[in-house]
């Protein structure tokens, strides 16, 4: 696994980080299966915020909430090669299956969805191979390090 870390000194440098990663990876990412981005970090290490700006960059207007309470909120996109963008926080979860009842395999097996899960080591089991680890670490009260790898 090859990874890239970087410092942000503000949300807003976390957020445009995740909009010029997001702005990427729409060129250049389509798989055999969904993109599935699995954020890592405790409570206030900037997973909400960097979700915020990735989705800017995906061409999302819409205002971005974690969806602690809905567990999944899902966006249309207007790129062309993505379709769905689906922001999930397994917070709640207490087993890895729980995901499954809100469509997860059929939200997987579409290369047209984009997939970012907040807390995603709560379905650690059922994620692809190859998705994309991030973790994010609380350095003080605006500084975050934000470390991106691939499997």
């Given at each position: 696994?090859?990874?890239?870390s970087f410092?942000?000194n503000?949300?807003?440098?976390?957020?445009?980080?995740a909009?010029?990663?997001?702005g990427e990876l729409?060129?250049v990412c389509?798989?055999k299966?969904?993109?599935?981005?699995?954020?890592s970090?405790?409570?206030?290490?900037g997973?909400?915020?960097f979700?915020?700006?990735f989705a800017?960059?995906?061409?999302i207007?819409?205002?971005i909430?974690s969806?602690?309470f809905?567990?999944?909120?899902i966006?249309?996109?207007?790129a062309?090669s993505y379709?769905?963008?689906?922001?999930?926080?397994?917070?709640r979860?207490?087993?890895?299956?729980?995901?499954?009842?809100?469509?997860?395999?059929?939200?997987?097996k579409n290369?047209?969805?984009i997939?970012?899960?907040?807390?995603a080591?709560?379905?650690?089991?059922?994620?692809?191979?190859?998705?994309?680890?991030?973790?994010?670490?609380?350095?003080?009260?605006n500084?975050?390090?934000i470390?991106?790898g691939?499997?």
């Open positions: 696994m090859s990874s890239v410092k942000t503000s949300a807003k440098e976390t957020q445009k980080i909009k010029i990663l997001a729409i060129k389509l798989q299966h969904a993109l599935i981005l699995a954020l970090g405790d409570l206030g290490s997973k909400t915020t979700v915020q700006g800017r960059g995906l061409g207007r819409s205002k909430q969806p602690t809905l567990i999944m909120r966006y249309k996109l207007p062309k379709k769905l963008f689906a922001h999930i926080d397994a917070y979860l207490k087993r890895p299956k729980d995901i499954l009842v809100l469509g997860w395999k059929e939200l997987v290369p047209k969805n997939i970012v899960v907040e807390w080591r709560h379905i650690a089991k059922i994620l692809p191979k190859d998705h994309f680890d991030i973790n994010f670490q609380h350095i003080s009260e500084k975050r390090r470390e991106f691939n499997k």
